[in-house]
C-alpha cells in the first residue's frame, strides 16, 4: 500500500528521481520520461472523463478502469526488471489487461459505419479530449518502445501492446461519442486550396 507522509523531500532537487526498485536516475532519464508521458496520457483521461460522465456512462466506466491501469504501467515502468531479487513482487501490466482492453475496444466499434476518410480530432467535448489522450499515448509508445530497444533496459510485452491497444481504444472511443451526437469529424483532402 502506498503510504504518503510529505509530498516534497528534497531528495530531487539535484536533478534526479528514485525508481520503485532504488536506484535513482535523472529526471531527463528515458525511463523517467516513459513513466511520465504514461501520467500525462492519464491526465489526459481525467479531462476526458469531465465530459465522458455525461456523454456515456458506459465509457465513463471503461476510462476508469483504464485511468486505475495507467498507474499499474506506470508502477511497470518505474521498476525494471534487472534479474535481482527484490523484496516485494512488482507490479506488472499482464495479458488480461490487454484481453480486457481489446474486448472494450471491439464493444464500442461494433456500432460504429467503417471508415473512409481519416478523422479531425473534433466533435463533442469528450471526443476532442479523447483525441488529445490518443495523441500522448501514442507519445508515451514510442519513448516505450525505445526504451525497450536501449541496451541494458527492459520493457514487459504486455506494457507495450497495452499502450498499443490504448491509443486504439482512445480512438475507437471518441468515435463512440461522436456517433452518438451525429458523427465523425472528417478529414477532407485539399478542402482549402
Known amino acids: 500500500m502506498v503510504k504518503l507522509n510529505r509530498i516534497y523531500t528534497r531528495t530531487g532537487d539535484n536533478g534526479t528521481t528514485g525508481l520503485t526498485s532504488g536506484p535513482r536516475r535523472p529526471k531527463y532519464d528515458l525511463r523517467v520520461a516513459a513513466y511520465g508521458t504514461v501520467d500525462e496520457t492519464n491526465a489526459c483521461i481525467g479531462m476526458a472523463r469531465l465530459h465522458a460522465a455525461t456523454e456515456d456512462a458506459g465509457l465513463d466506466a471503461m476510462l476508469g478502469r483504464i485511468s486505475n491501469d495507467l498507474f499499474d504501467l506506470g508502477a511497470d515502468l518505474s521498476t ?54 490518443r495523441t500522448v499515448c501514442r507519445r508515451a509508445e514510442r519513448l516505450m518502445t525505445e526504451l525497450a530497444a536501449t541496451e541494458g533496459e527492459a520493457v514487459g510485452a504486455p506494457a507495450l501492446k497495452y499502450v498499443n491497444r490504448l491509443s486504439d481504444f482512445l480512438f475507437v472511443a471518441s468515435r463512440f461519442l461522436n456517433a452518438k451526437a451525429g458523427g465523425d469529424v472528417l478529414w477532407v483532402p485539399g478542402k482549402n486550396r
Not at 82 to 111: K, T
Not at 113 to 122: E, I, K, N, Q, T
Open 80 to 133: 525494471p526488471a534487472s534479474g535481482v531479487p527484490l523484496a516485494f513482487e512488482p507490479l506488472r501490466i499482464i495479458e488480461a489487461q490487454v484481453e480486457r482492453i481489446e474486448s472494450e475496444i471491439d464493444r464500442l466499434n461494433e456500432a460504429l459505419s467503417p471508415l473512409r476518410s481519416f478523422v479531425l480530432p473534433g466533435g463533442t467535448p469528450g471526443a476532442v479530449h479523447l483525441h488529445l489522450a
